[in-house]
């Protein structure tokens, strides 16, 4: 049985659902970090086929989320530290856990990776996730990228703004449809207050 798994970044619904229809068989995303040993969690080929986000650690590691939701994991794998001016400094608490930067939920026992700390937008007092806003964007089949990100405003603390790179010529449409798709599956916080369609993204 031929499996794919990707052990990077969160991978967008829109590409798995592009992957699976080209190549016939689901794309597996798994979590990893350099620091713990590469690959912490392995995503079933059932998850995956349903465009799920979750995945099962490892027997060998240990999982806490803590309090704001924070990812921290302790792995027999983990590096002994990092290397500055010849000493070894280890980035663990006391018991040897790892604080991720990542954010994520406990769901039956599966992660859930919903976002970065650094990347998390407050709007209105509410923490929001960009990195399910984009997911559920790319699969506008008329959006080839899409980036959330979050602005300051003086009334909400920041807005939340879509940006989308799409060859549409019809970009009023376009963002009516994204609206539309916004209302029908984002809870109110978490849907765009803004839309801005770009040729391309700066890289």
């Not at 794309?27 to 979750?54: H, M, R, W």
């Not at 990542?102 to 650094?118: E, F, M, V």
């Not at 603390?157 to 989308?164: D, L, M, P």
Request: proline residues 5%; hydrophobic residues 40%; negative net charge.
């Amino acid at each position: 049985i031929t499996q794919i798994q990707c052990t990077s970044a969160s991978i967008p619904a829109g590409l798995r659902k592009r992957f699976m229809e080209k190549f016939s068989i689901p794309l597996q995303d798994c979590y990893g970090i350099s620091e713990l040993g590469g690959p912490l969690t392995f995503q079933t080929p059932e998850d995956a086929k349903n465009y799920s986000d979750v995945s099962v650690p490892l027997a060998e590691i240990d999982v806490s989320i803590r309090k704001g939701n924070e990812l921290w994991i302790r792995s027999p794998f983990a590096m002994l530290g990092y290397l500055k001016n010849g000493s070894i400094t280890p980035p663990f608490d006391k018991d040897g856990f790892m604080d991720t930067g990542d954010l994520a939920l406990n769901i039956s026992d599966k992660i859930q990776i919903i976002g970065r700390k650094k990347d998390i937008i407050i709007r209105g007092g509410i923490n929001v996730s960009p990195v399910r806003i984009e997911s559920l964007l790319s699969m506008i089949s008329e959006v080839e990228e899409v980036a959330v990100v979050g602005i300051e405003n003086s009334f909400w603390g920041e807005k939340i703004i879509g940006c989308i790179v799409t060859k549409m010529d019809d970009i009023k449409d376009l963002e009516n449809s994204i609206f539309q798709f916004c209302k029908d599956n984002l809870a109110e916080h978490e849907r765009p207050d803004h839309i801005m369609i770009l040729e391309q993204f700066p890289r």
